[in-house]
């Protein structure tokens, strides 16, 4: 059997990792500006969180949904205090996409509507759905075009007022990433956030915060969302959580009830799911990651913004992009294979920077003068 072919591969076989470093199997180091798609928050393989996942296997790594596991209480009760929604509770499930499905499944089920709000440039995910809410019709098949979700301008306040004055007791939810990814590191304003919040509020629909990759304390606040100053109804969270396992969550506001069955999944939630969860969380609290991000992400743009080949140095603590004009298109794959440097891409034509939240400056530097020699290797 051959695997099925959807993925566009970089020549590397990675075989080892540590810290922002990871190897391949020549023993070549690349330093990793990408963290496998945000999904590295701690760092790879940190010791506490390989110590946490080992001694958990030693125990138990599974029992299903239908028993106590006092591991997803201690994790609730971490992240309620650590993303300062203790009031909120907790739904565990295993990816991004499915957080974001059962999130609007829970606001359709809350409010009893239909309507999705999703924007331009959006990504939810490849489930139902998720996909559905996700602008890019390449991804869709003609099964999830339901008709349900409407997609208006990402951070147009008077298009949002307007669809809500026309249809706003339609709406069950509207989703919005605080900080678009795959749509190129765009930030949803303040005033976008807040124009959310009070039409949810005027019309009842729920706000759910797609925190899948700009969330986990990536953009220096534990939701990205957080810097609009407005809470959401709904948080969805995954790649960070578990760096690297698998594990997702929805944090839900104590207003919306739960009702046995309504939500469900047999491996979320597993004792080893938490116990890498709970590993990241302690680590971040304890090595202060969040603030660290804020401030090599400040530093890190500061210093890309010194480069005036590249334009339009954008984002928030370590989610991070800009602009490479045509003459350096090849500069990731030359960022790669000169440089052993592992970045992101947006189409069309953006790098995007995400790497682990422990990045020292010295690691930053060392992109920097990297990226530096390689824009001139390709504009000389
Ligand atoms: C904002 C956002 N939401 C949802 C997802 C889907 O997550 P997953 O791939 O874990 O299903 C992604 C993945 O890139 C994402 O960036």
Request: charged share 20%; aromatic share 8%.
């Amino acid at each position: 059997m051959k695997l099925f072919d959807v993925y566009p591969l970089l020549p590397v076989n990675i075989v080892r990792a540590e810290g922002a470093y990871v190897w391949d199997d020549r023993d070549n180091r690349y330093l990793d500006m990408y963290g496998g798609h945000a999904v590295i928050s701690i760092g790879h393989n940190h010791p506490r969180w390989v110590e946490r996942i080992t001694s958990q296997l030693r125990k138990i790594a599974f029992y299903s949904n239908s028993v106590i596991n006092t591991l997803q209480q201690e994790l609730a009760e971490r992240l309620g205090i650590m993303s300062g929604r203790p009031d909120y509770n907790l739904f565990l499930c295993n990816s991004g996409a499915e957080a974001n499905e059962n999130a609007l499944k829970l606001a359709s089920f809350y409010t009893g509507r239909k309507k999705v709000v999703a924007f331009t440039g959006a990504f939810h995910g490849r489930t139902s759905l998720a996909v559905s809410a996700t602008d890019n019709r390449s991804y869709t098949a003609p099964v999830n075009e339901t008709g349900n979700v409407v997609f208006l301008p990402f951070n147009d306040v008077a298009a949002l007022q307007e669809y809500f004055g026309r249809h706003g007791r339609e709406v069950a939810a509207v989703i919005t990433e605080g900080i678009q990814g795959v749509g190129g590191i765009r930030i949803a304003s303040g005033d976008f956030l807040a124009a959310i919040r009070e039409l949810c509020d005027t019309y009842g629909a729920v706000f759910v915060a797609d925190s899948v990759q700009c969330g986990y304390g990536r953009s220096g606040r534990f939701y990205s969302h957080d810097h609009g100053n407005v809470a959401a109804d709904i948080y969805t969270m995954a790649k960070g959580m578990g760096n690297g396992f698998p594990v997702a969550g929805i944090s839900i506001a104590p207003h919306i009830p739960a009702r046995h069955g309504m939500l469900g999944t047999t491996f979320g939630g597993s004792h080893l799911a938490c116990a890498a969860g709970i590993a990241v969380l302690e680590v971040m609290e304890t090595e202060g990651l969040a603030g660290n991000a804020l401030e090599m992400g400040a530093y890190l743009t500061t210093q890309l913004q010194d480069i005036k080949e590249i334009e339009n140095v954008r984002g928030r603590g370590l989610m991070i992009g800009f602009d490479v004009p045509g003459a350096l298109a090849p500069l990731k794959r030359h960022l790669l294979e000169h440089y052993r440097i592992l970045t992101g891409e947006a189409a069309p034509n953006v790098i995007r920077l995400l790497p682990g939240l422990a990045l020292s400056r010295e690691e930053a530097s060392v992109f920097v003068q990297a990226l530096r020699s390689a824009v001139n290797d390709l504009t000389r």
